[in-house]
């Protein structure tokens, strides 16, 4: 049953978000559903976590150039912290979601949902984000 109402609610965001940007929408922008075993973001996009990322500590070791190529899940000013789901600060003063303490990106490489060509790079620092 959690894992419909989880559904419904992803249904309900992408129906707010108005398109497959990755900017920031209105309402709160949670990976809060699956494809094919990894999580997404509200664009359809798959979601990465990295190695250097220190679990729980509420930072990103990803920034300036990093960033560029692996842009952080952002954060709706109105969102909430929410089941597994925690908002971290970044250097540059911008939120970023994390599940389970590891903050969450996208790979500019991937062109369209589905996509999963970042899972691995830099020597397997970069997986894909698994629930």
Excluded at 64 to 79: G, I
Aim: charge should be positive.
């Amino acid at each position: 049953m959690k894992l419909l109402s989880a559904s419904i609610l992803a249904a309900a965001l992408l129906a707010g978000c108005g398109g497959m940007s990755n900017k920031t929408a209105s309402a709160p922008d949670t990976p809060t559903r699956t494809a094919d075993g990894v999580l997404v973001g509200p664009n359809g996009m798959t979601l990465y976590t990295f190695a250097r990322d220190t679990p729980g500590a509420g930072t990103s070791a990803c920034n300036a150039q990093c960033a560029a190529n692996w842009p952080p899940l952002p954060v709706a000013e109105t969102a909430k912290p929410m089941g597994g789901y925690t908002i971290i600060m970044r250097e540059d003063g911008k939120k970023q979601w994390a599940y389970k303490g590891s903050p969450l990106y996208y790979w500019t490489k991937d062109s369209k949902p589905g996509d999963k060509t970042g899972d691995g790079v830099l020597n397997g620092a970069w997986k894909v984000a698994r629930p």
